[in-house]
């Protein structure tokens, strides 16, 4: 696990007072550490524009001051309006697959979720996470099974060090239910470029599933999306686009807080895997 003191700090935020408090401890670390940590311009270059993986912890401590929080909000807004999560015979059992995962924000999101929902007793979660970035997913892990310790939730992390074009996804599930968190990829060339092969995969998962999927406004949001759709034709879908989140964002090249709106796209897919194998089978 990453050796600054700083993620440890938060970490114990996050447990006590929820991510949005997880989000502010950081942005106020890097506020008062300016030269300790990467410029604007400084990031963009190492990272092609965030378009790389994190290499490092100042740009994972960077994208999180960044962009985590309106992210986390997006997927929270998701969950919220569209789940319905009861406890069958007192339990909650589940697999979630975190898609793109960085820094776990869409898994806190969704853990957040049950937690204020008073469904993590008896909560068997097995999750697991996907992304290039070896810094981003040893922090996600860390987060997670920290928060899932602080709640008595049973939780199992599988991680994968790679691009989604060569993750391989469980092919047996132990609980029927998987959650399917595809938070800001879905506008990515090379993730659209791998959809075809990630499907093909999650059709074979058996149980009920439910694909959340969120990403920035942007025309290649909506290629992405599409592409889903079309890919899983068997699925119930739920879209809203040009959603418009108001929320009080550090701005880094600014240094100050202020109220700020972010437009995103929002869709939910679900499915029965009977429903996957007969369409498959066509």
């Not at 092919?171 to 990630?198: F, G, P, R």
């Not at 699925?235 to 109220?259: C, F, G, N, P």
């Amino acid at each position: 696990m990453t050796s600054n003191t700083h993620v440890f700090d938060a970490a114990e935020v996050l447990c006590t007072e929820g991510f949005q408090a997880y989000f502010k401890e950081l942005a106020n670390y890097f506020a008062s550490n300016k030269r300790d940590n990467l410029t604007y311009g400084e990031f963009l270059n190492r990272t092609a524009r965030a378009t790389l993986p994190l290499a490092c912890n100042q740009e994972a401590l960077f994208y999180t001051v960044a962009y985590a929080w309106p992210h986390y909000l997006t997927m929270r807004k998701l969950i919220e309006d569209l789940i319905e999560v009861t406890a069958d015979n007192g339990s909650i059992k589940l697999q979630v697959i975190d898609y793109g995962c960085g820094q776990g924000v869409a898994s806190i999101a969704f853990i957040e979720f049950l937690i204020e929902k008073g469904l993590t007793e008896n909560c068997e979660i097995d999750l697991v996470l996907i992304d290039p970035s070896f810094v981003s997913l040893q922090i996600a892990q860390y987060l997670c099974a920290r928060l899932a310790k602080a709640y008595g939730i049973n939780m199992t992390i599988q991680t994968q060090p790679c691009e989604l074009k060569d993750a391989r996804l469980p092919k047996a599930n132990i609980y029927n239910d998987t959650i399917h968190l595809m938070s800001n990829v879905l506008d990515v060339d090379t993730v659209q470029e791998s959809l075809d092969d990630l499907v093909s995969q999650i059709a074979k998962i058996p149980g009920s599933h439910l694909l959340f999927a969120t990403s920035p406004s942007y025309s290649g949001t909506q290629a992405g999306f599409n592409m889903l759709k079309q890919l899983t034709p068997y699925a119930s879908v739920w879209q809203e686009d040009d959603i418009k989140l108001w929320h009080e964002q550090y701005i880094i090249t600014q240094d100050r807080w202020m109220q700020c709106s972010a437009k995103r796209d929002l869709m939910m897919l679900s499915w029965e895997a009977s429903d996957a194998g007969l369409e498959v089978a066509c």
